[in-house]
């Protein structure tokens, strides 16, 4: 078959086949990623089916797939609500990272990884699946719920974290060393600092510039400067999707309402190829060794994620109930647990089939631990006092401003009661 002809026909089955895989997560209420990563590992290298003629092609998706992931990211915050967002939330961040980075670096150094094999790992247990849960929290109704700020305050510190910490772990993927790392840092740091800045500033001078009333225009642009910053950023080390994050960042208002419309169709197609093309890169051999230890890493690390969650909602005056779904709504890890470890995987390749494992473990319990924790955390509480258990109703003040992504917390009516 012709190498053209070939590449076609690869292609349309793997699209066709994702299309037909995510209706059918929609049917059963599941995210689509765990069913992409098993597409992968079953056409990969010791798949079921290898996929040559597409595998380059699908390379150059899988990071167009990242790239539209963060910016898309990026463009749900504007650069005010990151700043209130460090302002409200860093103590929260802060045991965020604790709890939930240690047992990953720690699972690696008992592994024998070494210091860049640590690093990430940590980042793949520490950090929650922004896309995940935004559908959950859709998918439960509890976009309305006290709690849900504070959530997203969570996330969005997360999300900013990873303007630093990609950088500093493509440095030591290259091997830059102690000084190249440094300097990495240092990079990211003044980028970050001087695009929130500009975006404070002058971001609607920039939206302007870009703006126009031709969707098609609007496409081209938005796509056209996001994957210019994100080759550069690349060039100097901080990190394609950093570049394309701190893009969406510097957008606002109507601009970023019409890029996201047009953008978002689009990501999902290539965050699809990505998640495949992850799975494709992994030996399904190599799961069944590492199943352990991810099973053992994914327990850890659900009871951090909802220790985490339950202290930022008490932090904010949330009630038991609320600190509990709170708590349980944090524990999905995604798109960005598999970012890093495709950073990682060319120097440390034995995080990539322990990341995939990890991640297929915890998205499909994440749903189940936002629904289920507090109902069987207010069992426990009833059956340890005897029936008398009060429930856990209590409620508070707000703590202060939670800054939200746009999109996610559209105003309602009736929004819940204190917890």
Do not use: C
């Not at 302002?87 to 699972?107: E, H, R």
């Not at 524990?331 to 995987?345: H, Q």
């Amino acid at each position: 078959m012709h190498d053209t002809t070939a590449l076609l026909v690869e292609l349309g089955s793997v699209i066709l086949g994702l299309g037909i895989i995510g209706r059918f997560a929609g049917r059963i209420g599941l995210s689509p990623i765990p069913l992409y990563l098993l597409a992968g590992l079953a056409f990969g290298d010791g798949g079921l089916l290898p996929l040559g003629a597409s595998e380059e092609f699908t390379a150059v998706g899988a990071e167009i797939g990242v790239i539209l992931l963060l910016l898309l990211l990026g463009l749900e915050y504007s650069a005010s609500e990151l700043v209130t967002s460090l302002k409200t939330q860093y103590p929260s961040g802060a045991v965020d990272f604790v709890l939930n980075a240690t047992p990953g670096a720690v699972a690696a150094l008992l592994l024998g990884w070494g210091p860049v094999g640590a690093v990430a790992l940590a980042g793949v247990t520490w950090i929650s699946s922004s896309g995940v849960i935004a559908k959950v929290l859709t998918d439960l109704g509890r976009l309305g719920n006290r709690e849900t700020p504070v959530v997203l305050g969570v996330l969005v510190i997360e999300d900013l974290s990873m303007a630093v910490y990609l950088p500093l772990l493509t440095a030591m993927v290259a091997g830059a060393g102690l000084a190249g790392g440094s300097i990495a840092l240092l990079v990211a740091l003044g980028t970050v600092g001087l695009v929130l800045y500009v975006a404070l500033r002058h971001g609607r001078l920039i939206s302007r510039a870009v703006s126009s009333d031709n969707p098609e225009m609007l496409l081209l642009v938005v796509l056209g400067l996001t994957v210019l910053v994100a080759g550069v950023a690349q060039q100097l080390q901080v990190s394609a999707a950093v570049g394309a994050f701190l893009v969406g960042i510097a957008l606002s208002g109507e601009v970023a309402e019409g890029a996201r419309k047009l953008l978002t169709p689009l990501r999902d197609l290539f965050a699809a190829v990505f998640f495949v093309f992850f799975g494709l890169s992994t030996d399904p051999s190599d799961i069944p060794p590492v199943l352990l230890p991810a099973l053992l890493l994914a327990v850890v690390t659900v009871f951090t994620k909802i220790g985490t969650g339950w202290y930022a909602a008490r932090r904010a005056g949330i009630g038991s109930r609320g600190r509990w779904r709170a708590g349980g709504t944090l524990v999905a890890r995604g798109e960005f647990s598999i970012v890093i470890a495709g950073l990682a995987v060319a120097t440390e390749p034995r995080i990539g089939p322990i990341a995939t494992a990890y991640v297929l473990i915890l998205v499909i319990i994440g749903p189940l631990t936002a629904r289920w924790t507090q109902p069987v955390v207010a069992r426990i509480q009833t059956w340890r006092d005897g029936g008398s258990g009060d429930g856990g109703s209590g409620g508070g003040a707000s703590g202060g401003s939670v800054p939200v992504a746009r999109e996610e917390m559209p105003v309602v009516e009736h929004a819940s009661a204190a917890d």
